[in-house]
């Protein structure tokens, strides 16, 4: 089993930057695909960014150019950095895993507990 513990989030003033961590623990023998995911009040999850054990990344439209992923994968860890933060960006943002399982030899998908982010002034 892969656990999932997020860091991070918190109150920003618009504009301001903050910095996302989530970190893997468990029976893991490789991460493919680490994202990050966000849900507004009302709306449904959304994929922010993910990134592949290569390195290739993919963003949301409305966060190009302000929000970077990066992985370490000796740590088995994604961050998302946020900068010029706006209202919108307002939501509780999970990470997910997705990869093969040291234990059983088959696919996992881990999701984090999620972390909130506010934007507000």
């Known amino acids: 089993q892969v656990q999932l513990v997020e860091s991070g989030g918190g109150l920003v003033q618009p504009g301001g930057s903050l910095r996302l961590s989530c970190a893997a623990s468990?029976?893991?023998?490789?991460?493919?695909?680490m994202g990050w995911y966000r849900q507004a009040p009302g709306k449904q999850r959304e994929l922010v960014a993910s990134?592949?054990?290569?390195?290739?990344?993919n963003y949301e439209d409305s966060v190009k150019g302000r929000f970077t992923i990066s992985r370490d994968n000796a740590k088995n860890t994604v961050y998302l950095q946020m900068t010029s933060l706006k209202p919108e960006d307002t939501a509780v943002y999970y990470c997910?895993?997705?990869?093969?399982?040291?234990?059983?030899?088959?696919?996992?998908?881990?999701w984090g507990q999620g972390t909130q982010v506010t934007v507000s002034s």
């Open positions: 997910r895993f997705s990869g093969i399982s040291a234990y059983t030899g088959t696919p996992f998908a881990s």
């Open positions: 468990g029976s893991i023998f490789r991460v493919d695909t």
């Open positions: 990134i592949l054990s290569g390195g290739s990344s």
